[in-house]
Protein backbone atom coordinates (compact mmCIF):
# COMPACT_ATOMS: atom_id res chain seq x y z
CA UNK A 1 0.00 0.00 0.00
CA UNK A 2 1.36 3.39 -0.92
CA UNK A 3 -0.11 6.92 -0.04
CA UNK A 4 0.31 8.69 -3.21
CA UNK A 5 1.16 12.82 -3.96
CA UNK A 6 -2.68 13.68 -3.62
CA UNK A 7 -3.21 11.36 0.10
CA UNK A 8 -5.59 8.41 -2.12
CA UNK A 9 -4.37 4.80 -0.81
CA UNK A 10 -2.90 2.87 -3.88
CA UNK A 11 -2.46 -0.88 -3.29
CA UNK A 12 0.44 -2.19 -5.01
CA UNK A 13 2.43 -4.99 -5.82
CA UNK A 14 0.27 -6.92 -8.27
CA UNK A 15 3.37 -6.93 -10.80
CA UNK A 16 5.28 -8.88 -7.93
CA UNK A 17 5.13 -12.15 -9.36
CA UNK A 18 6.48 -11.33 -12.67
CA UNK A 19 9.29 -8.93 -11.07
CA UNK A 20 9.73 -10.92 -7.89
CA UNK A 21 12.57 -13.64 -9.77
CA UNK A 22 14.66 -10.96 -11.18
CA UNK A 23 14.31 -8.75 -7.91
CA UNK A 24 14.93 -11.81 -5.93
CA UNK A 25 18.37 -12.49 -7.38
CA UNK A 26 19.10 -9.02 -6.87
CA UNK A 27 18.05 -8.32 -2.92
CA UNK A 28 16.48 -11.13 -1.83
CA UNK A 29 16.15 -9.65 2.23
CA UNK A 30 14.52 -6.22 1.08
CA UNK A 31 12.02 -8.15 -0.88
CA UNK A 32 11.06 -10.46 1.86
CA UNK A 33 10.90 -7.49 4.58
CA UNK A 34 8.86 -5.53 1.77
CA UNK A 35 5.78 -8.05 1.16
CA UNK A 36 5.98 -11.11 3.43
CA UNK A 37 3.53 -8.91 6.45
CA UNK A 38 1.22 -9.46 4.12
CA UNK A 39 1.68 -13.22 3.07
CA UNK A 40 -0.48 -16.00 4.62
CA UNK A 41 1.94 -18.68 6.05
CA UNK A 42 0.75 -21.54 3.09
CA UNK A 43 2.57 -19.18 0.87
CA UNK A 44 6.00 -18.97 2.31
CA UNK A 45 5.91 -23.40 2.29
CA UNK A 46 5.29 -25.74 -0.55
CA UNK A 47 1.81 -26.04 -0.15
CA UNK A 48 -0.80 -25.05 -2.97
CA UNK A 49 -2.42 -21.56 -2.19
CA UNK A 50 -5.88 -20.41 -2.83
CA UNK A 51 -8.50 -18.22 -2.42
CA UNK A 52 -7.63 -18.80 1.33
CA UNK A 53 -4.31 -17.09 1.19
CA UNK A 54 -6.11 -14.17 -0.72
CA UNK A 55 -8.61 -13.99 2.65
CA UNK A 56 -5.25 -13.64 5.14
CA UNK A 57 -4.00 -11.11 3.03
CA UNK A 58 -7.50 -9.21 2.68
CA UNK A 59 -7.72 -9.32 6.80
CA UNK A 60 -4.05 -7.94 6.62
CA UNK A 61 -4.60 -5.09 4.70
CA UNK A 62 -7.90 -4.54 6.37
CA UNK A 63 -5.99 -4.67 9.57
CA UNK A 64 -3.30 -2.21 8.59
CA UNK A 65 -5.85 0.14 7.46
CA UNK A 66 -7.29 0.30 10.39
CA UNK A 67 -4.65 0.39 12.98
CA UNK A 68 -1.46 1.63 10.73
CA UNK A 69 0.55 -1.03 11.39
CA UNK A 70 0.75 -4.33 9.77
CA UNK A 71 -0.62 -7.18 11.73
CA UNK A 72 2.52 -8.88 11.24
CA UNK A 73 5.99 -6.88 10.67
CA UNK A 74 8.72 -7.66 8.66
CA UNK A 75 10.56 -10.18 10.24
CA UNK A 76 13.64 -8.53 12.13
CA UNK A 77 14.44 -11.58 13.42
CA UNK A 78 13.30 -15.46 13.11
CA UNK A 79 10.85 -15.24 16.30
CA UNK A 80 9.02 -12.42 14.92
CA UNK A 81 8.93 -14.54 11.12
CA UNK A 82 7.65 -17.37 13.11
CA UNK A 83 4.84 -15.36 14.64
CA UNK A 84 2.26 -15.81 12.23
CA UNK A 85 2.53 -19.02 12.01
CA UNK A 86 1.55 -19.35 15.49
CA UNK A 87 -1.62 -16.86 14.75
CA UNK A 88 -0.27 -14.15 16.70
CA UNK A 89 -0.74 -10.48 16.00
CA UNK A 90 -1.71 -7.36 18.42
CA UNK A 91 -5.35 -7.04 19.35
CA UNK A 92 -6.73 -4.55 16.82
CA UNK A 93 -8.26 -2.23 19.24
CA UNK A 94 -5.49 -1.93 21.68
CA UNK A 95 -3.43 -0.43 18.83
CA UNK A 96 -6.74 1.59 17.53
CA UNK A 97 -9.19 2.17 20.39
CA UNK A 98 -11.73 3.08 17.85
CA UNK A 99 -11.61 -0.92 16.56
CA UNK A 100 -14.17 -2.84 17.88
CA UNK A 101 -13.37 -5.83 19.55
CA UNK A 102 -15.64 -7.46 17.53
CA UNK A 103 -14.01 -6.20 14.38
CA UNK A 104 -10.60 -7.46 15.53
CA UNK A 105 -12.03 -10.49 16.40
CA UNK A 106 -13.39 -11.25 12.82
CA UNK A 107 -9.71 -10.07 11.53
CA UNK A 108 -8.04 -12.36 13.62
CA UNK A 109 -10.29 -15.23 12.04
CA UNK A 110 -9.54 -13.93 8.70
CA UNK A 111 -5.66 -13.98 9.82
CA UNK A 112 -5.75 -17.54 11.14
CA UNK A 113 -2.05 -19.06 10.43
CA UNK A 114 -4.56 -22.36 9.11
CA UNK A 115 -6.27 -21.81 5.89
CA UNK A 116 -9.15 -23.84 7.26
CA UNK A 117 -9.84 -22.12 10.45
CA UNK A 118 -10.06 -18.69 8.35
CA UNK A 119 -13.87 -17.69 6.59
CA UNK A 120 -15.18 -19.80 3.57
CA UNK A 121 -14.57 -16.83 1.14
CA UNK A 122 -13.06 -13.44 1.15
CA UNK A 123 -16.85 -12.53 0.44
CA UNK A 124 -18.16 -13.78 4.13
CA UNK A 125 -15.03 -11.87 5.75
CA UNK A 126 -16.53 -8.87 4.86
CA UNK A 127 -19.61 -9.52 5.61
CA UNK A 128 -18.67 -10.73 8.92
CA UNK A 129 -17.07 -7.42 9.17
CA UNK A 130 -19.88 -5.45 8.51
CA UNK A 131 -21.36 -6.62 10.73
CA UNK A 132 -19.20 -6.52 13.44
CA UNK A 133 -19.28 -2.60 12.62
CA UNK A 134 -23.48 -2.57 12.41
CA UNK A 135 -23.14 -4.15 16.14
CA UNK A 136 -20.97 -1.33 17.54
CA UNK A 137 -22.73 1.33 16.09
CA UNK A 138 -25.83 0.04 17.27
CA UNK A 139 -24.20 -0.23 20.91
CA UNK A 140 -23.48 3.56 20.48
Known amino acids: ?15 ES ?3 RWMYDVMPELILLQVSCYWAPEQ ?6 DAM ?6 AAIAFHMLTGQSPFHPADNVSDFYRRFEGKCPAAHELNPEVPPA ?10 SQPGDRFQS ?3 LVS ?3 IALRRNVGDR
Open 18 to 20: AIT
Open 103 to 112: VFVTLRRGLA
Open 53 to 58: ADQFSL
Open 1 to 15: MVVDDAGRLRLTGFG
Open 44 to 49: FTTRRC
Open 128 to 130: ALE
Open 122 to 124: CGE
